[in-house]
């Protein structure tokens, strides 16, 4: 970094020479109004609010796009400045109706607090006030053109978050609106990131905002859908989440997906709110003491007919550790079972316990690499299987990075990846040994040992033409990445769902010969904790112990299942070629139990279904694709009967006579952490 010297309002300050002023400002404390601006974004200079007076220069200028330099001179605060800023505000007020006391962004309105700042209690401009049409049909999203103020932001933080922008500018001049790229109803990601940034109340979320910002309380949370660990803020009134809103301090940098933004759990969205027992083909609500009891007969009848070996569990990756831990236990304890399984092998069918058994891809490389790299490579595409990964490639590329993107699915991608490989998930194996022929061919590998020896079974024409993949497409993706500096490779559901264990050393191999850094996509937010818990000392063998458990599933030998946070029988449609095995498996069982939150189709099939909180209403730890462990706290209180699951595992193993005594998450974390059971990372 070169530093620049420079004065601001007489008081001498050193910079970054590659920031702007309004940047070097902020850094060194000093407080320049702005409205169009945001830090996330390139500078707009959309709204003039920013100017300041350099010396030797005759009209002010905006901070936002000024770059600093060696020996400038500059003045922040001045009567003029202040009068100029004063009038801009007053200008942008003729096209925004004074309508605060009814529009939901009072109180966080940045129009409203430099109206405050800069004393505006009248309007001396007029002018004939347009009608504008409202949208509320853009699909999760609702624009307002009446409160809109033309900053442009959201245009642009669509174009650097989806790596196009589906937002422009209609008409001109006075009669300016924003408007969709194509003239049609919105049809985007519906990140949300437009909503975000909106300084104003223009655009906000069409699911409706009952509150103000002043009534709501922020809780920090982690999102449960996909593995990145995206942090977020929930919006609370009155026991209730409004919203979802930017956390700007986790890996995702405020960025969020569609799902983390706006398919957050709801009350009144079939919840399960009492035990129940399945009774002549139905399911009736019970207490909890006759649930655990009908469990407790059930289980002994099996361990006498069938014994310890036929009674099993499936955790999830979508629940924090501290459940799947107590799981885990009562399997141990209250079962004397060895068998328990993530829910996600149990429907796919793919073992990421394997996954540890190959350091490399076991190591943990932070998300931040992905920022960093000059070349990405992704065996998935990143938009649908991890979006805010794609919109970390997506600033990558924007400072210079090639993404190479090799998937069996959808290859759209924005902006268009340096090279763009599709083939079919049942030749992914083709590929990765066709590249690992070129790299042989093109001398930068001697020979080719194990897991890669396989290569030399065909050259690379004909392995390419064995993935249906061009030959220079599959040549240059190699080469490219093995001449990259800094190479990530992301290893999506193509790879280790495809081919498992086979296809990730293979993988693995060739990412030695790149250098490069591997980042697995795990599929829910806790399959990486999940699978380091089961890595620790309770299971040294946990990919052995997860085949045997799938196998015996399969196979019929397992007549108890014990089912948390997941719903195989809603993904058998989708499980990986494997739905017939799975539907029948889970149909021959004397006994299916079910701790949900929700009724679903594999809860409505059940013997034993117990409530469960929300992912608002509980607290916990995930541990993210890269090996990040963090803490969530509870958003909200669940409904009255209803416990966490831990609690509930807790009672069952208390009234089948075992002697736990966890009086919170935070004690089941200090257990397991303390046996050894989590990988030893920083918990934030």
């Given at each position: 970094m070169t530093e620049v010297n420079l004065t601001i309002n007489g008081r001498s300050v050193k910079a970054d020479s590659k920031k702007t002023l309004l940047e070097a400002a902020s850094d060194n404390g000093i407080k320049i109004p702005t409205m169009c601006y945001h830090k996330k974004l390139s500078p707009i200079g959309s709204c003039r609010m920013c100017v300041v007076e350099v010396e030797g220069v005759a009209s002010p200028m905006t901070a936002c796009e000024l770059p600093v330099r060696e020996g400038m001179s500059v003045q922040t605060e001045s009567e003029n400045l202040t009068r100029m800023r004063r009038m801009m505000v007053q200008l942008i007020l003729v096209n925004h109706p004074l309508d605060c006391v009814v529009c939901e962004r009072s109180g966080e309105c940045e129009l409203q607090n430099n109206a405050y700042k800069f004393g505006i209690t009248e309007q001396p401009y007029k002018t004939e006030y347009p009608v504008r049409v409202k949208h509320s049909d853009w699909g999760f999203i609702r624009y307002n053109p009446n409160l809109c103020i033309m900053c442009e932001r959201c245009i642009h933080v669509c174009s650097a978050e989806q790596g196009e922008s589906f937002l422009k500018i209609e008409n001109t001049g006075y009669t300016s609106v924003i408007g969709t790229l194509d003239g049609e109803k919105l049809d985007c990601a519906f990140c949300g990131s437009c909503i975000s940034v909106c300084p104003v109340g223009a655009l906000s979320s069409n699911l409706g905002l009952a509150g103000r910002s002043w009534e709501m309380t922020k809780v920090k949370s982690v999102c449960s859908h996909c593995g990145v660990g995206c942090t977020f803020q929930a919006d609370v009134k009155k026991n209730k989440v409004m919203r979802i809103t930017d956390d700007e301090s986790g890996v995702n940098g405020g960025s969020l997906c569609l799902k983390g933004r706006f398919h957050f759990p709801r009350a009144d969205q079939n919840r399960i709110l009492s035990p129940m027992v399945r009774k002549n083909g139905r399911l009736v609500n019970v207490s909890y003491e006759e649930a655990f009891s009908e469990i407790a007969g059930v289980w002994k009848t099996i361990r006498e007919k069938h014994g310890d070996s036929a009674i099993a569990a499936a955790g999830s990756g979508s629940m924090p550790l501290e459940d799947n831990f107590a799981l885990r236990r009562l399997m141990r304890d209250a079962a004397s079972s060895a068998h328990f399984i993530d829910g996600y092998t149990l429907i796919a069918g793919a073992n990421l316990e394997e996954i540890k058994q190959i350091p490399s891809a076991n190591?943990?490389?932070?998300?931040?690499?992905?920022?960093?790299?000059?070349?990405?490579?992704?065996?998935?595409?990143?938009?649908?299987?991890?979006?805010?990964?794609?919109?970390?490639?997506?600033?990558?590329?924007?400072?210079?990075?090639?993404?190479?993107?090799?998937?069996?699915?959808?290859t759209t991608f924005k902006p268009d990846p340096y090279l763009t490989i599709g083939s079919p998930r049942a030749k992914m194996r083709s590929v990765l040994l066709g590249m690992a022929r070129f790299l042989l061919d093109a001398g930068i590998i001697k020979s080719l040992t194990m897991p890669l020896s396989a290569a030399q079974e065909k050259n690379g024409p004909a392995w390419a033409e064995a993935a249906g993949v061009p030959e220079k497409l599959l040549k240059a993706a190699a080469l490219r990445t093995f001449g990259a500096k800094r190479p990530v490779v992301l290893v999506g559901r193509d790879i280790y769902e495809g081919g498992g264990i086979e296809w990730m050393r293979i993988l693995a191999e060739l990412c030695?010969?790149?250098?490069?850094?591997?980042?697995?996509?795990?599929?829910?937010?806790?399959?990486?904790?999940?699978?380091?818990?089961?890595?620790?000392?309770?299971?040294?063998?946990?990919?052995?112990?997860?085949?045997?458990?799938?196998?015996?599933?399969?196979?019929?030998?397992?007549?108890?299942?014990?089912?948390?946070?997941?719903?195989?029988?809603?993904?058998?449609?989708?499980?990986?070629?494997?739905?017939?095995?799975?539907a029948a498996a889970l149909g021959a069982l004397e006994q299916l139990i079910v701790i949900d939150s929700v009724?679903?189709?594999?809860?409505?099939?059940?013997?034993?279904?117990?409530?469960?909180?929300?992912?608002?209403?509980?607290?916990?730890?995930?541990?993210?694709?890269?090996?990040?462990?963090?803490?969530?706290?509870?958003?909200?209180?669940?409904?009255?009967?209803?416990?966490?699951?831990?609690?509930?595992?807790?009672?069952?193993?208390?009234?089948?006579?075992?002697?736990?005594?966890?009086k919170s998450a935070e004690s089941i974390f200090s257990d397991m952490t303390g046996a050894g059971n989590l990988r030893k990372e920083a918990v934030r």
């Open positions: 190591s943990v490389t932070r998300l931040e690499a992905v920022l960093d790299a000059d070349t990405v490579l992704s065996f998935s595409n990143p938009s649908h299987e991890s979006p805010v990964t794609g919109n970390l490639i997506r600033r990558a590329v924007i400072k210079g990075a090639s993404h190479i993107m090799i998937t069996s699915g959808e030695e010969i790149w250098k490069a850094k591997i980042i697995v996509l795990y599929p829910q937010a806790n399959s990486r904790g999940l699978s380091d818990m089961l890595q620790g000392s309770m299971d040294s063998q946990a990919a052995a112990a997860a085949r045997a458990t799938l196998d015996s599933i399969d196979n019929g030998k397992i007549r108890s299942l014990l089912v948390m946070g997941s719903n195989p029988v809603g993904e058998i449609a989708s499980a990986n070629g494997r739905g017939g095995k799975l009724m679903h189709e594999t809860a409505s099939k059940a013997h034993v279904v117990f409530p469960d909180t929300n992912a608002m209403e509980r607290s916990g730890t995930f541990t993210a694709m890269d090996g990040r462990v963090q803490k969530f706290s509870r958003a909200v209180e669940p409904p009255q009967n209803i416990m966490p699951a831990w609690l509930t595992l807790q009672k069952l193993a208390l009234s089948l006579g075992h002697a736990w005594n966890y």
